[in-house]
């Protein structure tokens, strides 16, 4: 399967404990995505790479929250002192740069704080 | 990115048609109009996009009213496996690519 993988696709962890998802894209695309979902809402943009380089973070990103694309391939994505609040599915998506700009999402990682 | 209003869910018999509305009222000559939906439990899937000529693809059709204020998603023989949250998206292409979801329709196909 060479679509976009995300793991681990469920974490469960204590309010205070750091937490940190990886998301593999598809291969040739250089854009990566991040979007954070609650139940009954729709996904929200947190922030996206093109190659190595973090283009924009949006204002929901806290200074809890930090991400990473070493190398241009792989993305993670750690949450420190995790609140209840964070719990939600945390979706990667990834696109070509040029061309449709359609996104290809993984499954997500659902975080549950406790 | 200009908003977008969908009715909050629809039923759909299983075989039948299913048409899903879209207005986006305020939307500007260089955005385009995306569908995306998502199955519980998955992430979104892309479905299909259009400019302002009417666009069909293996999933589905787009329908862009003439002055591009509304479309119509259209899931020719809608099957169970169609039930999901569709969400209309418009966004410009010289943007960044993120993608501003709404609530969506959710769809219900029933047998």
Not at chain 2, 64 to 89: F, G, M, N, Q, W
Request: overall charge neutral; hydrophobic content about 25%.
């Amino acid at each position: 399967d060479t679509g976009v993988s995300q793991n681990p696709r469920h974490k469960i962890t204590k309010r205070g404990q750091n937490v940190t998802f990886r998301c593999d894209p598809i291969s040739e695309h250089n854009r990566l995505y991040w979007y954070r979902q609650t139940l009954g809402q729709g996904p929200e943009f947190l922030t996206y790479f093109q190659n190595e380089a973090q283009l924009e973070k949006s204002r929901l990103l806290s200074d809890r929250f930090s991400a990473e694309r070493p190398k241009g391939s792989f993305s993670t994505l750690e949450i420190q002192r995790t609140e209840q609040g964070d719990s939600a599915m945390y979706l990667c998506a990834s696109s070509l740069e040029e061309g449709t700009y359609e996104q290809y999402f993984g499954p997500g990682t659902r975080l549950t704080v406790t | 990115d200009a908003k977008t209003t969908q009715p909050p869910s629809m039923d759909c018999a299983e075989g039948r048609a299913a048409n899903l509305p879209c207005n986006h009222s305020t939307i500007s000559g260089n955005e385009y109009v995306y569908w995306y939906r998502q199955i519980h439990s998955q992430g979104p899937q892309y479905i299909i996009h259009g400019l302002k000529n009417n666009e069909t693809n293996e999933m589905a059709s787009l329908i862009i009213t003439e002055d591009r204020k509304s479309s119509t998603l259209i899931l020719p023989h809608a099957t169970l496996r169609d039930t999901a949250v569709y969400y209309c998206i418009v966004r410009g292409y010289s943007n960044t690519g993120k993608l501003i979801f709404g609530q969506g329709t959710t769809l219900q196909v029933k047998p």
